[in-house]
């Protein structure tokens, strides 16, 4: 089990250019999320999804897209790189199930810079 | 959701007790207490959760009290990889779960 996978772990772009953050999980989880971190603050939640096909909207989904086609990965896409989104991405996915509430797990962190 | 409360910071001793405090006086009947932790700069880490009993696991216990305003994470033998930043979340179903500024917790030498 190699948990949530994500790529690349850090990436300088420049204002105006377009990327795709990789995220992948092999726990068969259902929920996956996505998370912004600033330096100095807690986690905000940019999109999450609770199933293949599903995607929703968190805090702060403005600039940014997502997909699910699969239950194993959840993409996200910058279309337009701002000054202002350079931050800490994490993904996270859980298992939601019933009355289960599941704990979330983290993948280690994407850190981008735009320029 | 409701709103937590937590010390930006604390300090304790090796091998003590690390008790971490959070309000939430505004919890509803089903909104679950979660806490989380950040060590350094890694992905947050679940540590333990609870709705109206005591909780224990590995990693803490976790006491809510009767009128459930307020909780405490205890850490009962911290170490030096217990510094770290900690997030107590009140969410009534577990999903969009939101950390706040949490807790710094330096465990001390």
């Known amino acids: 089990n190699a948990g949530v996978t994500q790529t690349p772990k850090f990436r300088i772009l420049k204002i105006g250019q377009s990327m795709t953050l990789q995220c992948t999980q092999d726990?068969?989880?259902?929920?996956m999320y996505w998370y912004r971190q600033d330096p100095g603050m807690g986690l905000k939640l940019i999109y999450y999804?609770?199933?293949?096909?599903?995607?929703d909207k968190g805090e702060v989904p403005n600039g940014y897209n997502v997909s699910r086609s699969t239950t194993e990965d959840f993409p996200l896409r910058l279309e337009l790189a701002a000054p202002s989104q350079t931050s800490v991405y994490f993904c996270?996915?859980?298992?939601?199930?019933?009355?289960?509430?599941?704990?979330?797990?983290f993948g280690e962190g994407s850190r981008l810079t735009v320029l | 959701d409701a709103k937590t409360t937590q010390p930006p910071s604390m300090d304790c001793a090796e091998g003590r007790a690390a008790n971490l405090p959070c309000n939430h006086s505004?919890?509803?009947?089903?909104?679950?207490v979660y806490w989380y932790r950040q060590i350094h700069s890694q992905g947050p880490q679940y540590i333990i959760h609870?709705?109206?009993n005591n909780e224990t696991n590995e990693m803490a216990s976790l006491i809510i009290t009767e009128d459930r305003k307020s909780s405490t994470l205890i850490l009962p033998h911290a170490t030096l990889r217990d510094t770290a930043v900690y997030y107590c979340?009140?969410?009534?179903?577990?999903?969009?779960?939101?950390f706040g500024a949490g807790t710094i917790l330096r465990v001390k030498s």
């Open positions: 726990m068969n989880h259902n929920y």
């Open positions: 505004t919890i509803s009947g089903n909104e679950y």
């Open positions: 999804s609770v199933g293949a096909g599903i995607t």
């Open positions: 996270a996915s859980k298992y939601q199930g019933g009355v289960h509430t599941g704990e979330l797990f």
């Open positions: 979340i009140v969410r009534s179903d577990g999903n969009k779960l939101v």
């Open positions: 609870g709705l109206k």
